[in-house]
């Protein structure tokens, strides 16, 4: 070892201890800072989802946790708020119960120049998910990854660090609040109202638009839903400042069979020398017609 | 990596994320500064503060880079401003108090030295102060050559210089304490 490195080691192994007590009194200051910041900025942190909607991606967990926050939304609230101004809020948490299934087709890009993004997500029952992001498979539950799969290499691999917060964002379903998100885009001005319904932009009778501009980003939100159904079914989020642009599909299915949401079953067959990576990434899952997504007879 | 998704719990007004960033960095911040101003309670004073202030922004903070990077600045920072306040006060006898010993430990000691660190803390004393902050952030602060030059308002390579030159002080400064 040479003598920098010598003394390198030395000076970062020179050791400090702490005292306990000390530690609990910073860490309640600090948790007392924290908290007062809260309540002191309450129209702030009203604002702090549409913030997140236009800026996360700047701290990299952006583009996913916009489109995820986004379809969480829309699926959750938007589809019974659709259904007409005598529905209540009882009423749309039954609804929102009652889909049993969802899956999102999402396409991002972080700027005017990125290439996009995909990103698949099935959501089930029970905070159940799946989602398949460039090669690998992620599976979660109630917020958390339980293991995430490394498909070309066939090996149990670090969760992709978007789709672990992805999870996490699912899991906090209080910040799905469509109340909460309104309040947000208009500043805290707006309570309980809906974003607004654009006829210029719907070219169908089946087919309606809500628009949503944020009050404090140049940032703006679409949604697509389904005039008699009542059910979303695309959105996009864009924001003219920089090009940052999100497009989701979403679509609706009966239940895809519990063990497609299985990670245990999945490793299982992840070591099958017979497995394409195509059969791999679908393992176990439905396709709309209720026929698995890659059959193994297909014609390779 | 972990990190983002800390700051973004924060933000997200998850208050339980503030213990884990406070464990994380603690003893290295502790450590920058207790070299910086060779004074346990100074060290202790700014590291608390800036641990509560960044309690206080994190729901809105934004990382834009290494959040170790970013603390280590703010009490490099804050170390800066407790020293010219200690020389207005004419307080320069900062060789004065040690930091609290493993025997000594009191309720209200929060910085614990090894014998080790002890024996660095006054090695580092005895540098000159643009060396012992170039060497403490690199090594405390994990913070890059350029980064330091950055915020030295100073060239990469002069902090490299310094970096090199401290290194060789305390090499001489700890002869005997380091094997050979």
Redesign the interface.
Same mark, same amino acid.
Request: aromatic letters at 6%; charged letters at 30%.
């Given at each position: 070892m040479k003598?920098?490195d010598?003394?390198?080691t030395?000076? *970062?192994?020179?050791?400090?201890?702490?005292?306990t007590?000390?530690?609990e009194r910073?860490?309640g200051?600090? *948790?007392e800072?924290?908290?007062?910041?809260?309540s002191r900025?309450s129209v702030?942190?009203d604002l702090?989802v549409w913030r *997140?909607l236009v800026?996360?991606r700047?701290?990299?967990?952006g583009a996913a946790?916009v489109v995820l926050l986004a379809v969480a939304i829309v699926v959750s609230q938007f589809g019974a708020m659709l259904a007409g101004s005598s529905v209540a809020w009882a009423e749309v948490t039954q609804r929102f119960q009652s889909v049993p299934f969802f899956y999102a087709s999402i396409y991002m890009k972080r700027d005017a120049l990125a290439q996009p993004q995909h990103f698949e997500l099935w959501m089930g029952r029970g905070g159940r998910a799946r989602m398949h992001v460039g090669e690998q498979v992620i599976f979660g539950q109630t917020g958390r990854v339980t293991r995430a799969f490394d498909i070309r290499q066939r090996r149990e691999a670090e969760a992709n *660090?978007t789709a672990?917060?992805i999870l996490?964002i699912l899991a906090?379903p209080d910040?799905f609040s469509l109340e909460t998100v309104i309040r947000s885009i208009s500043g805290g001005k707006l309570v309980d109202i809906t974003p607004a319904m654009n006829t210029q932009a719907g070219i169908a009778e089946d087919l309606v638009v809500f628009d949503a501009q944020s009050a404090v980003s140049p940032g703006w939100m679409r949604v697509y839903a389904l005039r008699e159904s009542k059910l979303p079914v695309g959105l996009r989020i864009w924001d003219p400042a920089e090009g940052f642009m999100v497009d989701a599909l979403i679509t609706y299915a009966k239940e895809q069979p519990a063990i497609s949401f299985d990670p245990e079953a999945f490793a299982a067959r992840l070591r099958d020398p017979t497995g394409t990576e195509a059969g791999l990434v679908y393992l176990f899952l439905k396709d709309p017609g209720g026929r698995d997504m890659t059959r193994e007879d297909l014609p390779r | 990596m972990e990190d983002g998704r800390l700051v973004w719990r924060l933000n997200c007004g998850d208050a339980t994320a503030l213990a884990r960033v406070y464990e994380k960095y603690r003893d290295d911040l502790l450590r920058l500064a207790g070299s910086m101003l060779n004074d346990r309670a100074a060290a202790e004073d700014v590291v608390q503060d800036v641990f509560v202030r960044f309690a206080g922004a994190a729901r809105t903070f934004r990382l834009t880079g290494s959040l170790k990077g970013y603390l280590a600045t703010c009490v490099a920072n804050a170390a800066r401003n407790s020293l010219k306040a200690a020389r207005r006060r004419e307080t320069a006898g900062l060789d004065g108090e040690s930091a609290c010993s493993p025997e000594a430990q009191s309720p209200e000691c929060w910085l614990i030295a090894s014998e080790q660190f002890d024996r660095v803390r006054a090695a580092m004393g005895e540098l000159p102060p643009e060396q012992c902050e170039v060497v403490t952030l690199h090594l405390y602060g994990e913070m890059s050559f350029r980064q330091i030059a950055e915020w030295q308002k100073t060239s990469i390579k002069t902090v490299q210089s310094r970096y090199r030159y401290g290194l060789e002080k305390l090499r001489s400064l700890l002869k005997g304490e380091v094997a050979e």
């Open positions: 003598a920098q010598k003394i390198e030395f000076v *970062r192994n020179a050791a400090i201890d702490t005292g007590a000390v530690n910073v860490l200051r600090m *948790r800072a924290y908290e007062q910041a809260g900025a702030s942190r702090g *997140r800026e996360y700047l701290v990299r967990l946790a *660090r672990t917060d996490a906090t910040e | -």
